[in-house]
């Protein structure tokens, strides 16, 4: 640890940290609390229910095809985050193992396009995808990821270029070939990297909205995000008032990235850190 | 349009040269010890080409071909269903006269000034009192409350929107009645048009953790001897902070604040599933509408792709001008550790 401060700093320090997390942490426990309460209660900001009950849960999914829902988002959220771990890996080993010309300028090139903000190509992709007759299905929404994204590209090559060289130099020496130094070699010791990705883009592609607005139509396409906004047009500013209903779908859309949060703390802060830091 | 991604592609690259790590080192005096005949250089260069392939594809059609053609169809009237017909310059004179642009255009820029300084402040106190218990011994709370910061930012934008107009509400919510216990009467954050975006601003807040971890990974790096020879010289706490600290990771503060500006500049998902859809008021409306939520509604509310496109452009333009000049400011500002001054 650094040069230690004096132990009178712990007090306020704690105390505050602890105010923090309170706010940080009570809208998650609040939403929770609330999808618990009947509609009358929703509003009355009580930790605990007065009259708890699980009815919003039993009434969510008989209106709304939740499962579907949840299964689309997964199939989706499990094909991006896939792609992108692999593609990247590849390309980001492409970048951080050879030498070649021209490699200064088209790595600056990836790290240009991660500036690049999305709504630019937000149109013409779209216009890709329609002349493929793609749009409705929920294919646009992982396929581009077969062809690696910068930033992940960026973050792979950062751990890439930490192995020593050599274990890779005498397997070449053994006679494996250079796929087989990436795929039995390499990939193996960035294990850690490769998770970050996933983790990383599975939270993105789990919690997209824009995207699912754009190419998906009908509601049995539909993932959660998507879906949790139809909810919310429905039932809460569609001038029902259910709140009730919308808050409990609400849980039911982030309580699996809490769980994927749990799942893979260590690296969702290694990784975040690494993106800062290494720049 | 090379021209025009210019600074952009300098940027990072230049950021890149000014770190120059000791990996980078050990690999430039490995790559002159590994120079061997043209004919393996040649095959090195065919083997790495494969493995980039897949970005090189990428790249092409999901990046170039859509700002080229993106460009193309800025001069043009296109609904999807007929073909594209070619208007000119039509669209940006359209958009220089219609006010719907200026008034999402301010709308943004409003919440970008707001939000922003307003991010990065509050990630650097929680970063600095993050620090300050793990130098103070407070170790074994430090993972809990880490967690604490991050767990937010794992919420989709959908329930940030609900928790939103729920959590915000201003007869009922719980915000305005925790205000009102220390007497303060809270404002309607969702429905008066000079609330909505600090309203949103707060909210965003929220998903600061990773920002947080960000610039406490900088902070963890700021070698022990400088804040040591800093006590010695009889500098208190602020005064650390002011000379070590904030210099030392004026990098981080950087890049969290150009990363966050331009994600504020495009800011959707959260004020769409607030204030767009069945039931929003008008008035909610005009005050909540966000350049991409503009640029959304005529591409695929309106199908005017053409005028999208040029939207598009415009928002591009605008992006790369204000990062442009952050990095010209931090230029001045900020301090990267081997860089000779």
């Known amino acids: ?279 | 349009m090379a021209r025009e991604t210019d600074p952009v592609t300098r940027a990072p690259a230049a950021a890149d040269r000014r770190l120059p790590s000791a990996a980078d080192a050990r690999r430039r005096g490995e790559g002159r010890r590994r120079t061997q005949g043209s004919v393996s250089d040649r095959r090195e260069r065919r083997t790495a080409l494969a493995f980039i392939s897949p970005w090189l594809v990428g790249f092409s059609v999901f990046t170039a071909w859509p700002i080229l053609y993106s460009a193309y169809l800025s001069l043009t009237d296109y609904d999807v269903i007929n073909d594209p017909r070619f208007v000119g310059l039509e669209n940006y004179q359209r958009m220089a006269e219609d006010p719907q642009v200026r008034l999402a255009l301010w709308n943004t820029l409003q919440y970008t000034l707001v939000q922003v300084p307003l991010y990065v402040v509050v990630a650097l106190a929680l970063a600095l009192l993050l620090n300050a218990a793990a130098t103070a011994g407070a170790g074994r709370w430090f993972g809990i409350f880490r967690t604490a910061f991050f767990i937010p930012k794992m919420t989709p934008p959908v329930a940030v929107g609900v928790l939103l107009l729920l959590l915000f509400n201003g007869s009922y919510g719980l915000v305005n009645q925790v205000l009102a216990t220390v007497g303060i009467d809270g404002p309607s954050w969702t429905t008066d048009p000079s609330w909505i975006k600090p309203g949103l601003a707060l909210v965003s807040l929220w998903g600061v953790g990773s920002a947080v971890v960000i610039l406490l990974a900088a902070l963890q790096e700021v070698p022990a001897e400088l804040y040591d020879a800093a006590k010695v010289d009889g500098a208190g706490w602020w005064r650390r902070t002011r000379t070590v600290t904030l210099p030392m990771i004026s990098g981080g503060i950087f890049f969290v604040t150009v990363i966050n500006t331009i994600a504020a500049f495009q800011l959707f998902d959260e004020a769409y599933s607030a204030f767009f859809g069945a039931g929003t008021s008008a008035y909610a409306n005009d005050d909540a509408l966000f350049y991409v939520i503009y640029l959304f509604r005529e591409g695929f509310g309106e199908l005017h792709m053409g005028y999208a496109a040029a939207l598009a452009w415009l928002l591009f333009v605008v992006i790369m001008i204000v990062t442009a000049v952050q990095l010209a400011v931090s230029r001045r500002l900020v301090y990267y550790e081997g860089e000779q001054r």
């Not at chain 1, 039995?184 to 883009?201: S, W």
């Not at chain 1, 995000?225 to 409990?248: H, N, Y």
């Not at chain 1, 849980?251 to 690296?267: D, E």
């Open chain 1, 1 to 279: 640890m650094r040069s230690a401060s004096p132990r009178w700093v712990r007090v306020p320090v704690l105390v505050a940290l602890t105010a923090f997390t309170i706010v940080f942490t009570y809208p998650l426990v609040w939403l929770v609390s609330a999808s618990f309460k009947p509609r009358s209660e929703v509003f009355d900001n009580r930790l605990w229910p007065k009259s708890p009950t699980v009815e919003n849960y039993l009434t969510v999914w008989e209106t709304a095809p939740l499962a579907l829902w949840l299964v689309n988002t997964l199939v989706v959220t499990a094909l991006a985050a896939t792609a992108v771990t692999l593609s990247s890996a590849l390309v980001a080993w492409g970048f951080a193992h050879f030498r070649f010309r021209g490699r200064g300028p088209l790595f600056g090139v990836v790290l240009a396009t991660m500036m690049l903000p999305g709504a630019v190509t937000l149109v013409p992709t779209f216009l890709i995808w329609n002349s493929l007759g793609l749009v409705g299905t929920s294919i646009p929404l992982w396929a581009g990821n077969l062809f690696a994204s910068a930033f992940y590209v960026f973050l792979l090559r950062q751990f890439f270029r930490t192995l020593p060289r050599e274990p890779f130099e005498a397997a070449r020496m053994d006679g494996a070939n250079q796929w087989s130094v990436f795929w039995r070699i390499a990939l193996p010791l960035c294990r850690p990297a490769l998770v970050i990705t996933f983790l990383f883009e599975a939270q993105a592609a789990w919690t997209d909205l824009l995207r699912p607005l754009v190419y998906l139509q009908d509601s049995s396409t539909f993932t959660i995000p998507r879906g949790l906004k139809a909810i919310v047009d429905q039932f809460g500013t569609g001038g029902e008032s259910q709140w009730e209903v919308v808050v409990t779908a609400s849980v039911i859309t982030t309580v699996p990235m809490v769980l994927l949060f749990f799942a893979g703390q260590r690296y969702f802060v290694q990784g975040i850190a690494t993106t800062g830091s290494t720049r």
